[in-house]
């Protein structure tokens, strides 16, 4: 409740606007049963048919006023309900830029995903019932009550001690509901990961023969969740034929007592037509407004799931010191000393004692095998993860001592997973430099080795399939290098981003490559021999240590280890050299 609150606070004035409409209905609704009964008791008695017309024109003009509440209130509502998620959804993905990749790990992508959208979906939903079912029982069951006591002490009373009990009943009723509903929502959570484990892991099930045990689990998780929801839908079949049963009681009690005091010269017959309009309108307000308290458990859980997003403490912060401002340029674009990094939880250091420069002017290549530690390089030096022992500089100062904004406006990268936005070419090339021109674009492209976008359709506005699905692995990857490019940077980092690449295609981009970035520093992460050949200096990654630095002639004398990857990866397994 206390995140709705802070959500609603900078929406003060429309909840206002929103409690004044409401009131404005319900004072509407109560009003004309009254006037019918004044229509009844002095109209019909009189026969003044003036004063029944006069009656008629009030109840019609009530009607409007009441039926205006409820539109403007209903607009009023889904605006304010529009606004608290678009709130929520900016605070819940601003908060994940925060997040360092393993902060982020700890929710999955599917379930931001779910959190983002499915669960404030539902909180915006919630709140639109609150206002509408729950928020106005209060004030029908105080006016409702009120008038009731207008017409007759005896009947006011009657009618408080129905909605007392009424009220009693829909509270034990909810404490049940939300106990099967809160079960409902956790079997509905464990039918989702059972059916994305058998969906994602459907060929290892058919590789071991497992198909038989997992149908047996998933018929299993299948059938708690349908007893449980036919438990919850016989609940609410017994609260509506509860609820009818208790109108039409409160309807006879009214009548029979009604027509005692009539007898009595208490009350006129009209009166009796005004007390039932306010019993059922009371209690027809308290059982719509216990059937929504009744689906809360999961608006519960949505509103758990979106704090625990909104109150996650970053790993990585910037200090109140760091540097925002832009740095000097300085030779030494990066430099490693004695860093040693190893992932949360983890038993083993991912990387050890690394100590190297990247200069300006020169290009550093890392290369080992899977999992020796080579992305985490580039992944610490964009402080994605902090270091665990030593130290990162860039631009001279400690990455730690940069705000992250202006560490990453110095480094232009390109993912080992080549990654488009759904849009244009035009538009994934904009991400490097916003103002960048047509004419800009296209060069770009052209050192790229990304010529076949001139030969597309529409060039430049072709269109790019969200994560760029409809290009090939080398396509994709030298559109994702043409937009690393468009940005100028200190430092360019290419994790793996040749592998796609064709001999040729690789020799020519590199060779382009070095004159458009002969001012910076660039780091080239990469599988293949023939990529990092020219390289200034190649780091050999073993284990997460250094076991060789220098160029690859040195390399192939010196270091085993590269040695043995470089006659891997030569034709017929002959000497390098």
Same mark, same amino acid.
């Given at each position: 409740?206390?995140?709705?609150? !802070?959500?609603?606070?900078?929406?003060?004035?429309?909840?206002?606007?929103?409690?004044?409409?409401?009131?404005?209905?319900?004072?509407?609704?109560?009003? +004309?049963?009254?006037?019918?009964?004044?229509?009844?008791?002095?109209? +019909?008695?009189?026969? &003044?048919?003036?004063?029944?017309?006069?009656?008629?024109?009030?109840?019609?003009?009530?009607?409007?006023?009441?039926? *205006?509440?409820?539109?403007?209130?209903?607009?009023?509502?889904?605006?304010? &309900?529009?606004?608290?998620?678009?709130?929520?959804?900016?605070?819940?993905?601003?908060?994940?830029?925060?997040?360092?990749?393993?902060?982020?790990?700890?929710?999955?992508?599917?379930?931001?995903?779910?959190?983002?959208?499915?669960?404030?979906?539902?909180?915006? !939903?919630?709140?639109?019932?609150?206002?509408?079912?729950?928020?106005? @029982?209060?004030?029908?069951?105080?006016?409702?009550? /009120?008038? *009731?006591?207008?017409?007759?002490?005896?009947?006011? @009373?009657?009618?408080?001690?129905?909605?007392?009990?009424?009220?009693?009943?829909? +509270?034990?009723?909810?404490?049940?509901?939300?106990?099967?509903?809160?079960?409902?929502?956790?079997?509905?959570?464990?039918?989702?990961?059972?059916?994305?484990?058998?969906?994602?892991?459907?060929?290892?099930?058919?590789?071991?023969?497992?198909?038989?045990?997992?149908?047996?689990?998933?018929?299993?998780?299948?059938?708690?969740?349908?007893?449980?929801?036919?438990?919850?839908?016989?609940?609410? *079949?017994?609260?509506?034929?509860?609820?009818?049963?208790?109108?039409?009681?409160?309807?006879?009690?009214?009548?029979?007592? /009604?027509?005692?005091?009539?007898?009595?010269?208490?009350?006129?017959? /009209?009166?009796?037509?005004?007390?039932?309009?306010?019993? $059922?309108?009371?209690?027809?307000?308290?059982?719509?407004?216990?059937?929504?308290?009744?689906?809360?458990?999961?608006?519960?859980?949505?509103?758990?799931?979106?704090?625990?997003?909104?109150?996650?403490?970053? =790993?990585?912060?910037?200090?109140?010191?760091?540097?925002?401002?832009?740095?000097?340029?300085?030779?030494?674009?990066?430099?490693?000393?004695?860093?040693?990094?190893?992932?949360?939880?983890?038993?083993?250091?991912?990387?050890?004692?690394?100590n190297f420069i990247c200069r300006k002017g020169e290009t550093t290549a890392v290369i080992g095998g899977t999992g020796s530690g080579k992305s985490t390089i580039a992944k610490l030096l964009l402080r994605f993860h902090d270091v665990t022992e030593g130290s990162i500089f860039v631009g001279g100062a400690d990455v730690r001592n940069i705000a992250q904004n202006e560490l990453r406006s110095r480094i232009s990268y390109v993912p080992q997973k080549a990654w488009l936005f759904s849009g244009t070419i035009a538009d994934n090339l904009c991400y490097g430099n916003e103002n960048a021109s047509e004419r800009e674009m296209r060069r770009i492209l052209s050192v790229a080795q990304a010529d076949f976008v001139s030969s597309l359709a529409n060039g430049l506005d072709a269109?790019?399939?969200?994560?760029?699905?409809?290009? &090939?692995?080398?396509?994709?990857?030298?559109?994702?290098?043409?937009?690393?490019?468009?940005?100028?940077?200190?430092?360019?980092?290419?994790?793996?981003?040749?592998?796609?690449?064709?001999?040729?295609?690789?020799?020519?981009?590199?060779?382009?490559?070095?004159?458009?970035?002969?001012?910076? *520093?660039?780091?080239?992460?990469?599988?293949?021999?023939?990529?990092?050949?020219?390289?200034?200096?190649?780091?050999?990654?073993?284990?997460?240590? $250094?076991?060789?630095?220098?160029?690859?002639? =040195?390399?192939?004398?010196?270091?085993?280890?590269?040695?043995?990857?470089?006659? &891997?990866?030569?034709?017929?397994? /002959?000497?390098?050299?």
């Open positions: 409740m206390k995140l709705i609150l !802070q959500f609603l606070k900078p929406y003060r004035r429309l909840c206002l606007f929103n409690i004044l409409a409401m009131l404005l209905d319900v004072a509407g609704g109560l009003l +004309v049963p009254r006037l019918t009964a004044d229509m009844i008791n002095i109209g +019909v008695e009189s026969g &003044s048919l003036d004063y029944m017309i006069g009656k008629g024109i009030a109840m019609l003009a009530v009607t409007v006023l009441s039926g *205006a509440g409820a539109l403007i209130g209903s607009w009023l509502c889904a605006d304010l &309900s529009a606004k608290i998620g678009q709130d929520m959804r900016n605070a819940v993905y601003e908060k994940s830029l925060t997040f360092s990749e393993h902060d982020f790990e700890q929710f999955g992508t599917g379930s931001m995903i779910t959190r983002t959208l499915n669960d404030i979906n539902i909180v915006q !939903q919630s709140v639109v019932w609150c206002i509408q079912m729950v928020l106005p @029982v209060p004030a029908v069951c105080v006016m409702g009550v /009120g008038l *009731a006591f207008a017409i007759d002490r005896v009947m006011g @009373v009657l009618l408080i001690a129905v909605t007392v009990l009424i009220i009693v009943l829909a +509270v034990l009723v909810t404490r049940k509901a939300s106990v099967i509903f809160e079960r409902l929502q956790r079997l509905l959570d464990r039918m989702n990961v059972v059916l994305r484990e058998n969906l994602t892991g459907v060929r290892v099930i058919r590789a071991f023969n497992k198909e038989k045990d997992e149908e047996k689990r998933m018929r299993k998780t299948f059938e708690d969740y349908a007893e449980t929801a036919v438990s919850a839908n016989l609940l609410f *079949a017994g609260l509506e034929s509860t609820a009818f049963f208790v109108i039409n009681i409160c309807i006879v009690a009214i009548l029979w007592i /009604g027509g005692d005091r009539i007898g009595a010269g208490f009350m006129e017959i /009209g009166d009796i037509t005004a007390l039932t309009e306010y019993s $059922i309108m009371i209690l027809f307000y308290i059982i719509m407004a216990q059937m929504v308290i009744i689906l809360l458990p999961r608006a519960r859980v949505c509103i758990g799931r979106i704090r625990e997003v909104l109150e996650k403490e970053p =790993e990585i912060l910037d200090g109140e010191d760091s540097i925002r401002s832009p740095m000097k340029p300085a030779v030494e674009a990066a430099v490693f000393r004695d860093v040693t990094f190893r992932f949360p939880d983890a038993d083993e250091n991912a990387l050890t004692d690394l269109h790019v399939a969200q994560g760029g699905t409809n290009y &090939s692995g080398g396509q994709k990857q030298r559109l994702c290098i043409a937009r690393a490019l468009m940005k100028k940077a200190d430092l360019y980092i290419f994790d793996d981003s040749f592998s796609a690449l064709d001999f040729k295609t690789d020799a020519a981009l590199r060779k382009a490559l070095k004159e458009e970035v002969a001012d910076a *520093a660039v780091l080239i992460i990469a599988q293949r021999i023939n990529t990092i050949l020219n390289a200034d200096q190649i780091l050999v990654l073993d284990e997460g240590r $250094i076991v060789g630095i220098g160029r690859h002639e =040195e390399l192939i004398e010196n270091c085993p280890v590269y040695r043995e990857i470089a006659r &891997s990866q030569m034709k017929g397994g /002959g000497e390098v050299g």
